[in-house]
């Protein structure tokens, strides 16, 4: 395998209004001397869809994962991640709070074994949510924004796991969102889905980043070139390259970047 300088790095600061970033953020899992992911800095625009991308192993999901505190039990995790002028890697923070503003959407759908309503209602009804009407609205919103209200919406008793892998990965978005998060976390929410779905889910992505700002790992590149206007490139732990997503693909500063998008990587 090629040996790239892993201190040589090109990362930018996106203009206008940050959402999210992290400050030398390093991962070790377990008791590891050897970190996983080591002084990850970047920051992440509003309103927009961030890709993260790199080969297996290059800490892509270890980094994501850290944004909304799912590695708290398994690794130490040192740095800032910065969200509202709060650090909210501080242990001080509540991680559930942080979650509801942080949402996560896993690679492989994984809905409740409940009705579709119930997928979405479980959380809220957790978080206190029990006036009826209020319910409804948000099964509603929700399932529209993410595109699936017109193929589920006279069948809201059906059980999730009726649903095609395309649709349950939807409605895994749908019980997301009705939390109102912030920030949507997707570790590579395509990789299970056939083409067909793949691109619809891709279209859900782009309306949904009006609303959301959205982070997300993926091994596609063509996916990450389609729907994401930054894109953060990984190696062996280490950001090596992040910019905008034209600039990743076409015209990179890096050479591993290069190599890696190219397809003469490793
Ligand atoms: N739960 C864990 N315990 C110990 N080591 C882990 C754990 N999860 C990931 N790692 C290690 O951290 C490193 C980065 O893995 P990570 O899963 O973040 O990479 P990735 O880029 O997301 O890979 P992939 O594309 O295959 O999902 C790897 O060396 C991996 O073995």
Sequence with gaps: MQVYDLNKNHIVTPPGEIALSTNQLQVNYGNSKQASMVDASLSFPRFQITALIGASGSGKSTYLRSLNRMNDRIATVHGEIMYHNTNINSPKVNVYEVRKHIGMVFQKPNPFAKSITENITFALKAAGITNRQELRQRVETSLKEAALWDEVKDDLNKSA?????????????????????????????????????????????????????????THNMQQASRVSSYTAFFHLGHVIEYDQTETIFQTPNIQATHDYVTGNFG
Excluded: F, H, W
């Design 161 to 217: 796991l009726a649903l095609s892998g395309g649709q349950q990965q939807r409605l895994c978005i749908a019980r997301s969102i009705a939390m109102k998060p912030d920030i949507l976390l997707l570790d590579e929410p395509a990789s299970a889905l056939d083409p067909i779905s793949t691109a619809k889910l891709e279209v859900t992505l782009k309306e949904l980043a009006k609303n959301y700002t959205i982070i997300i790992v």
